[in-house]
Antibody
Framework: EVQLVESGGGLVQPGRSLRLSCTAS????????MSWVRQAPGKGLEWVGF??????????EYAASVKGRFTISRDDSKSIAYLQMNSLKTEDTAVYYC????????????WGQGTMVTVSS | SYVLTQPPSVSVAPGKTARITCGGN??????VHWYQQKPGQAPVLVIY???DRPSGIPERFSGSNSGNTATLTISRVEAGDEADYYC????????????FGGGTKLTVL
């Protein structure tokens, strides 16, 4: 079964850091770009960023709202994507989903169940 | 940045047809993907590349895209279709490479 499972969410104080993980199974992880999408409570979906597959250079892109604070990486040997979040703000409070797509312009065809991040003092 | 505009809500009686629009500047030149999200659940892809359906998605779901409007059409609406629906595009000229619409709450009366 094709599956994505996020972990690492929790309660964190403003200004602190948190790292989320997205563990994939059931498909060849290295063939896919991996994206992070978040959803603040009661709000819509917001793209956070993504990392291309190694075939496309393994480079990253970020939304302006997180650029310079968040970093996405991947370990293809473990089938895991990471989202390192630094200098967290209260407005980063959201459910964070990881999702896959083969390349730019592709749809996100598989989503994880999400992990909640709450930034509060 | 590129903006996608969806109506906040659409209501439809069971068995009727629901149409959810997604407006954007010359959106017909882009590929539009649609997602369904039920309360407490992750989004599910229901239409990709304007009008293609993933396996497992009923034929009642269809999509079109032309000019400044993309449309998700749900025929013979069922109670189980009640959900939030989001359109999405990629926009290389935007500071948000991936853009989602604000979402539309579909209510089945």
């Amino acid at each position: 079964e094709v599956q994505l499972v996020e972990s690492g969410g929790g309660l964190v104080q403003p200004g602190r850091s948190l790292r989320l993980s997205c563990t994939a199974s059931g498909f060849t992880f290295g063939d896919y770009a991996m994206s992070w999408v978040r959803q603040a409570p009661g709000k819509g979906l917001e793209w956070v960023g993504f990392i291309r597959s190694k075939a496309y250079g393994g480079t990253t892109e970020y939304a302006a709202s997180v650029k310079g604070r968040f970093t996405i990486s991947r370990d293809d040997s473990k089938s895991i994507a990471y989202l390192q979040m630094n200098s967290l703000k209260t407005e980063d409070t959201a459910v964070y989903y990881c999702t896959r797509g083969r390349a730019t312009n592709d749809a996100f065809d598989i989503w994880g169940q999400g992990t909640m991040v709450t930034v509060s003092s | 940045s590129y903006v996608l505009t969806q109506p906040p809500s659409v209501s439809v009686a069971p068995g009727k047809t629901a149409r959810i629009t997604c407006g954007g500047n010359n959106i017909g030149s882009k590929s539009v993907h649609w997602y369904q999200q039920k309360p407490g659940q992750a989004p599910v892809l229901v239409i990709y590349y304007d009008s293609d359906r993933p396996s497992g998605i009923p034929e009642r779901f269809s999509g079109s895209n032309s000019g400044n409007t993309a449309t998700l059409t749900i025929s013979r609406v069922e109670a189980g279709d009640e959900a939030d629906y989001y359109c999405q595009v990629w926009d290389s000229s935007s500071d948000h490479l991936v853009v989602f619409g604000g979402g539309t709450k579909l209510t089945v009366l």
